[in-house]
């Protein structure tokens, strides 16, 4: 029986566990990741120092973990009998607290890591590389070229929801819901925790002085701008997601090409990607070490979402349980 049989076979079952050990075998592998990653936040406001910043992110962060145990214990449990209702609510506490951390980022960031690693990033850079892109592609600055990665490091938000919002709400095929979601929560949940760790805030910010050309103002320059200081975290470019999310998509669709859409799209996509990665350096936001380590968490994502959704078919086939993401 192939992954997308078992996923078939298994999607058609009652969305009723039988017990509570049913229950907790359940569990999916991107439950237990997205929990986890709520749980980690939760643990770093904690040992933040206290101020009335403090509190605001510690309420914010146990709303979401709250959120996301809630919804978890109602579909693995049962509780919820609604198919749809069941699917709805499943999909948007998974994905929408993982979107919605992100925006308290801007916050937490300073709270839990004031420091900044900019300029050992961009020593590691020069060892590594022998150069920094931001700083080389500095000399082909000008109205067109910053107008084009301008438009395409925007259009990396128009990307995720050409690819989020069909596949988690209208896909029918349950190896690509299970596959796609679990890749982009990897990518997510894994480079937002290492926005802790190695925070920062890109060349544009740290280095300003040491380029010779600003960027001439532009529809899409104006609009990432405005974006970025809005709706930023700020201090997150290591890894850079704006590399790893159309990575991962890229490499998905490429897998898929067999199928439609991404027989069409698959193409576009890489071309997309590859544009989205350059803009990020050009644009200053990002170190060539944020890209490659974007790169590598891409990678990585997409090889975990194929073995480990094949591994969850056949685990719950054996198990007689639910499908890991309930079907409408």
């Known amino acids: 029986m192939t992954t997308d049989d078992q996923l078939i076979h298994i999607g058609a079952r009652p969305l009723a566990s039988r017990g509570l050990a049913a229950s907790l075998r359940s569990v999916g592998v991107h439950d237990w990741l997205v929990l986890s990653y709520l749980a980690l936040l939760n643990l770093a406001v904690v040992g933040a120092p206290a101020g009335p910043a403090k509190v605001e992110c510690v309420t914010r962060m146990l709303l979401l973990l709250s959120a996301e145990l809630a919804a978890v214990v109602v579909v693995r449990g049962g509780f919820l009998k609604h198919r749809f209702t069941c699917a709805l609510l499943y999909r948007l506490a998974i994905f929408g607290t993982v979107q919605l951390s992100y925006f308290f980022l801007a916050d937490l960031l300073p709270l839990v890591r004031p420091i900044s690693l900019d300029f050992e990033l961009h020593a590691l850079d020069l060892k590594l590389f022998g150069v920094e892109p931001a700083m080389a592609l500095d000399r082909v600055v000008s109205p067109i070229t910053t107008e084009w990665f301008a438009f395409f490091y925007y259009g990396y938000f128009f990307l995720l929801a050409l690819h989020v919002i069909p596949l988690l709400l209208f896909a029918r ?24 760790v190695v925070p920062g805030f890109g060349p544009y910010h740290a280095m300003a002085e040491q380029f010779a050309h600003p960027f001439p103002q532009g529809l899409w320059l104006d609009t990432v701008m405005t974006t970025v200081a809005e709706g930023g975290a700020q201090k997150d470019i290591f890894p850079s997601l704006h590399t790893a999310a159309p990575m991962f998509i890229a490499l998905f669709s490429y897998r898929n090409r067999h199928l439609l859409p991404f027989r069409y799209t698959w193409v576009p996509v890489v071309f997309m990607a590859l544009n989205i990665i350059i803009a990020t350096m050009f644009l200053r936001w990002h170190y060539v070490i944020d890209v490659v380590a974007g790169l590598v968490l891409a990678v990585v994502a997409w090889l975990l979402s194929v073995h480990v959704t094949t591994w969850e078919a056949r685990r719950r086939i054996e198990h007689g349980l639910q499908a890991p993401w309930p079907a409408y």
Do not use: A, K, N, T
């Open 173 to 196: 095929q349950p190896r690509i819901v299970s596959e796609f979601s679990l890749g982009l929560l990897v990518v997510f949940c894994v480079g937002h925790i290492l926005y802790m």
